[in-house]
């Protein structure tokens, strides 16, 4: 299953004139796709005549699969050593001009050995974790404190495409539109809370759900605002939708666990807001327009924040980084996790609730959205 590396003496960097395939590696996770998504986007649109084939988690591929224009190769990650014979089985006939190796781990890595090419383009050294670099033969530019955003645009930049295009339209079919208007409220404007981040060892990211109940109660008594929970199936998150529904005065809508990612993006796309700490849905949010109130103090939002919602961010993460380490942000590595499970705790109702009022009382923001134009 294993290919040697095609020579590359006469397969330079940045390409003088577009390439006719370009090969993408980005599993996952949700967010991480939906900011690959904006430099695919940005290569479709400089050079619509490159044929793009994305391999992408299953998953992944439930969200943006469905987008025109770009073959999606599945790798089903739960299947194993299988998952690796299907996609040596659906690659080993071709090749392509280049691989933009976009993600850092080694699944990923050993998947991009079954991809014919000269050009293996991955992470600079610094940033080519799990071994990256040695499945490269070229690197994109190191560039220090970047957002994952911008750093992942570093593989168009190094194709010679210098433009950054922050497009995603993500296809809605009509299916998804109609569950969401089974349970939106119809009568009023709503505010998405997402309470639940992926989770990972030894990094806390989730606020707590008394907090939560106090801003959905805040947004129905100041501003007659409807709540709708979502997240996954996860027994914490369903948990977690319980436990705030309980402390309500005023009943969310919780469809946590009830969506697949079509329904919460349309979902997403209708309300006025997001709050979310770092996790996909608030990336989800960026690529449809809506703001993000990010909760962020154990990871920089400078880095994985929502990226056009830096304004509405509460970032308590300088703070929780200084009490942990003795530092500054400025004197540790970029990136660094705050590992208190207490941490979320620095994070008060006041914080949320000033942010809402800042954000719901913006002129833009007093009309309701249309459910039919959205």
Same mark, same amino acid.
């Not at 090969?23 to 967010?31: D, E, F, K, P, T």
């Not at 005023?250 to 770092?278: E, R």
């Given at each position: 299953?294993?290919?040697?590396?095609? +020579?590359?003496?006469?397969?330079?960097?940045?390409f003088?004139?577009?390439p006719?395939?370009?090969?993408?590696?980005?599993?996952?996770?949700?967010?991480?796709?939906c900011?690959t998504?904006?430099?695919?986007?940005?290569?479709?649109?400089?050079?619509?005549?490159?044929?793009?084939?994305w391999?992408?988690?299953?998953l992944?591929? &439930?969200?943006?699969?469905?987008?025109p224009g770009?073959e999606?190769i599945?790798?089903?990650?739960?299947?194993?050593?299988?998952?690796?014979?299907?996609l040596?089985?659906?690659?080993?006939?071709?090749?392509?001009?280049?691989?933009? !190796?976009?993600?850092?781990?080694?699944?990923?890595?050993?998947?991009?050995?079954?991809?014919?090419? *000269?050009?293996?383009?991955?992470?600079d050294?610094a940033?080519?974790?799990?071994?990256?670099?040695?499945? &490269?033969?070229?690197?994109?530019?190191?560039?220090?404190?970047?957002h994952?955003?911008?750093?992942?645009?570093?593989?168009a930049?190094?194709?010679?495409? !210098?433009e950054?295009?922050?497009?995603?339209?993500? +296809?809605?079919?009509?299916?998804?539109?109609?569950?969401?208007?089974?349970?939106? *409220?119809r009568?009023k404007?709503?505010?998405?809370?997402?309470?639940?981040?992926?989770?990972?060892?030894?990094?806390?990211r989730?606020?707590h759900?008394?907090?939560y109940?106090?801003?959905?109660?805040?947004?129905?008594?100041?501003?007659?605002?409807?709540?709708?929970?979502?997240?996954?199936?996860?027994?914490?998150e369903?948990?977690?939708?319980?436990?705030?529904?309980?402390?309500?005065?005023?009943?969310?809508?919780?469809?946590?666990?009830?969506?697949?990612?079509?329904?919460?993006?349309?979902?997403?796309?209708?309300?006025?807001?997001?709050?979310?700490?770092?996790?996909? *849905?608030?990336?989800?949010?960026t690529?449809?327009g809506? *703001?993000v109130?990010?909760?962020?103090?154990?990871?920089?939002?400078?880095?994985?924040?929502?990226?056009?919602?830096?304004?509405?961010?509460?970032?308590?993460?300088?703070?929780?980084?200084?009490?942990?380490s003795?530092?500054?942000?400025?004197?540790?590595?970029?990136g660094?996790?705050?590992?208190?499970?207490?941490?979320?705790q620095?994070?008060?109702?006041?914080?949320?609730?000033?942010?809402?009022?800042?954000?719901? &009382?913006?002129?833009?923001?007093?009309?309701?959205k249309?459910?039919e134009?959205?």
């Open positions: 299953m294993t290919q040697s590396l095609i +020579p590359t003496s006469n397969n330079q960097l940045p003088k004139q577009p006719d395939s370009l090969c993408i590696i980005r599993l996952s996770a949700v967010g991480d796709v900011h998504l904006a430099v695919v986007r940005t290569i479709q649109s400089h050079w619509p005549q490159t044929k793009l084939t391999i992408i988690g299953k992944e591929a &439930s969200l943006v699969g469905d987008i770009i999606f599945i790798f089903n990650k739960s299947g194993g050593w299988r998952a690796y014979k299907k040596h089985q659906q690659l080993r006939s071709r090749t392509f001009d280049a691989l933009l !190796h976009m993600q850092i781990s080694i699944r990923s890595s050993l998947a991009s050995r079954l991809v014919r090419t *000269p050009i293996r383009l991955g992470f050294r940033r080519a974790k799990d071994y990256q670099w040695l499945f &490269s033969n070229h690197k994109i530019n190191a560039v220090k404190n970047q994952v955003l911008d750093g992942l645009f570093g593989f930049e190094t194709l010679g495409i !210098h950054k295009r922050l497009r995603w339209d993500i +296809p809605i079919p009509a299916e998804a539109r109609q569950y969401a208007d089974q349970y939106l *409220p009568s404007r709503f505010i998405v809370i997402s309470p639940c981040s992926s989770a990972r060892f030894r990094n806390w989730n606020w759900a008394e907090g109940a106090a801003v959905c109660n805040y947004l129905t008594e100041h501003f007659n605002c409807a709540t709708v929970l979502t997240g996954g199936p996860s027994t914490l369903k948990e977690y939708g319980t436990a705030i529904s309980e402390l309500c005065q005023h009943t969310p809508v919780n469809l946590i666990g009830k969506t697949n990612l079509k329904q919460l993006l349309t979902i997403i796309a209708q309300a006025k807001a997001v709050i979310s700490p770092d996790s996909g *849905p608030a990336h989800m949010a690529t449809v809506t *703001p109130i990010g909760l962020y103090v154990t990871s920089n939002p400078l880095r994985t924040g929502p990226y056009l919602s830096q304004e509405w961010v509460i970032n308590k993460y300088p703070n929780a980084i200084q009490e942990e003795g530092n500054t942000v400025d004197n540790v590595s970029w660094t996790r705050v590992r208190d499970p207490e941490a979320m620095r994070i008060s109702v006041e914080d949320v609730t000033a942010k809402l009022d800042e954000l719901l &009382s913006a002129p833009q923001n007093q009309p309701v249309s459910n134009n959205n």
